[in-house]
T-cell receptor, first 113, second 112 residues
Framework: GESVGLHLPTLSVQEGDNSIINCAYS??????FIWYKQESGKGPQFIID?????DKRQGQRVTVLLNKTVKHLSLQIAATQPGDSAVYFC????????????FGTGTRLQVTL | EAQVTQNPRYLITVTGKKLTVTCSQN?????MSWYRQDPGLGLRQIYY???????DKGDVPEGYKVSRKEKRNFPLILESPSPNQTSLYFC???????????FGEGSRLTVL
């Protein structure tokens, strides 16, 4: 079946550096992608989304890049801070809505001082 | 404060004893959904509801029931819990069609 996956289960980044979290997807019909952040003991929190008619979208300190050719999604965090330490999930939905999101297994971002 | 509230947050129960996990949101969202989170498997959707009286199965609906009689509430019912339903459960809501889901704090369920 279709799946959403992540390249690295754990990413360690020094405070102040940029972080890049990657995600591969296999559903070629997917046209809507979302990144969530989950801090320890809490529910996931929406970060940013992107539709397939875009290659790049920027938020506050975050940028999502979408490469439809290779079915790859990435989340870039600028000037990583200790508060960015969390598990990051990518999610996708083939019909462009959030009714049946498929989540990846997550990448843990550890920010070292 | 805009929020999704789940209860109970923690529960230990025994096989076969019916239980309900409540979920309530105060944002007037049409869409609500239940997920379970297990190590190495990420979040998997159990059931979702596009609006009052409209529910549909997610990817792992077996052993669960839901109802949506009011817009703000979306309870998850385990009629006869089994140990493989031991998990961390999340309720989420959003405006219809939006990927910006608002999640509750989670309910950790252990079935012995």
């Amino acid at each position: 079946g279709e799946s959403v996956g992540l390249h690295l289960p754990t990413l360690s980044v020094q405070e102040g550096d940029n972080s890049i979290i990657n995600c591969a997807y296999s559903n070629s019909a997917s046209d809507y992608f979302i990144w969530y952040k989950q801090e320890s003991g809490k529910g996931p929190q929406f970060i940013i989304d992107i539709r397939s008619n875009m290659d790049k979208r920027q938020g506050q300190r975050v940028t999502v890049l979408l490469n439809k050719t290779v079915k790859h999604l990435s989340l870039q965090i600028a000037a990583t801070q200790p508060g960015d330490s969390a598990v990051y999930f990518c999610a996708e939905n083939g019909d462009g809505t959030a009714s049946k999101l498929t989540f990846g297994t997550g990448t843990r971002l550890q920010v070292t001082l | 404060e805009a929020q999704v509230t789940q209860n109970p947050r923690y529960l230990i129960t025994v096989t076969g004893k019916k239980l309900t996990v409540t979920c309530s949101q105060n944002m007037n969202h049409e869409y609500m959904s239940w997920y379970r989170q297990d190590p190495g498997l990420g979040l998997r959707q159990i059931y979702y509801s596009m609006n009052v009286e409209v529910t549909d199965k997610g990817d792992v609906p077996e052993g669960y029931k839901v109802s949506r009689k009011e817009k703000r509430n979306f309870p998850l019912i385990l009629e006869s819990p089994s140990p493989n339903q031991t998990s961390l459960y999340f309720c989420a809501s959003s405006f219809s069609g939006s990927g910006e889901l608002f999640f509750g704090e989670g309910s950790r369920l252990t079935v012995l």
